[in-house]
């Protein structure tokens, strides 16, 4: 089936610096969405993307939905032990009511106090 | 607003027994509703998507099956749990009709089969 590649698998940093993550796909999406999981809860919705080289913010997050609509990163700066969790990527083909998503296979991030 | 609930929380069933898990939306009207499974905390794998009342769609062969009874209402069941069939099971929602599609999730319910 369809994946995507997100890049890197785990990560380990020190409280206060920044983060990067990002997915490619072999086809074009029209939607790119990022979440956020913490350990024993279901993932939570941080940023959605809908046009490509779109920019988006949200606190201390940034993504973009890159220009050939085949890639999107995440970026966080200035971490703290709160971003510990799994993030994932996932992106939509077309414009489909049914709307199925393809995920990343997450990014696990920990950080050091 | 909107929220999405998931029942049992967690669960430990032996092998060769049935299965019931339950999702319910509250606050919209008929939405998408989506059944995934997620082992060893990654990779979510799409078992099930509904885009109404009685219809369900499967996404890969399983142990598995699902059925929607009621507009915000969505089950997930087995007449005979195999051990694979232990994860992390998460339930999801989008707006029906929305073509972009952000999905809101459910806390989940992990299944553990012995």
């Known amino acids: 089936g369809q994946q995507l590649n997100q890049s890197p698998q785990s990560m380990f940093i020190q409280e206060g610096e920044d983060v990067s993550m990002n997915c490619t796909s072999s086809?074009?999406?029209?939607?790119w969405l990022w979440y956020k999981q913490d350990p024993g809860e279901g993932p939570v919705l941080l940023i959605a993307?809908?046009?490509?080289?779109e920019l988006t913010s949200n606190g201390r997050l940034t993504a973009q939905f890159g220009i050939t609509r085949k890639d999107s990163f995440l970026n966080i700066s200035a971490s703290i032990p709160s971003d510990v969790g799994i993030y994932f990527c996932?992106?939509?083909?077309?414009?489909?009511?049914?709307?199925?998503?393809?995920f990343g296979q997450g990014t696990t991030l920990q950080v050091k106090p | 607003s909107q929220t999405i609930h998931q029942w049992p929380a967690t669960l430990v069933q032996p092998v060769g027994s049935p299965l019931s898990l339950e999702c319910t939306v509250e606050?919209?009207?008929?939405?998408?509703l989506y059944w995934y499974r997620q082992a060893a905390g990654r990779g979510l794998q799409l078992l099930f998507y509904?885009?109404?009342?009685?219809?369900i769609s499967s996404e890969v062969p399983q142990n598995l099956s699902a059925s929607r009874p009621q507009d915000r209402q969505f089950i997930l069941s087995s007449k005979k749990l195999l051990l694979s069939d232990s994860g992390f099971y998460l339930c999801?929602?989008?707006?029906?009709?929305?073509?972009?599609?952000?999905?809101?999730f459910g806390p989940g319910t992990r299944l553990t089969v012995l």
């Open positions: 999801a929602w989008s707006w029906g009709g929305n073509p972009y599609n952000e999905q809101f």
């Open positions: 086809s074009i999406f029209n939607t």
């Open positions: 993307l809908y046009k490509a080289g």
């Open positions: 996932a992106g939509l083909h077309g414009s489909s009511n049914t709307g199925k998503l393809i």
């Open positions: 606050g919209t009207s008929n939405p998408n």
């Open positions: 509904s885009v109404g009342i009685g219809q």
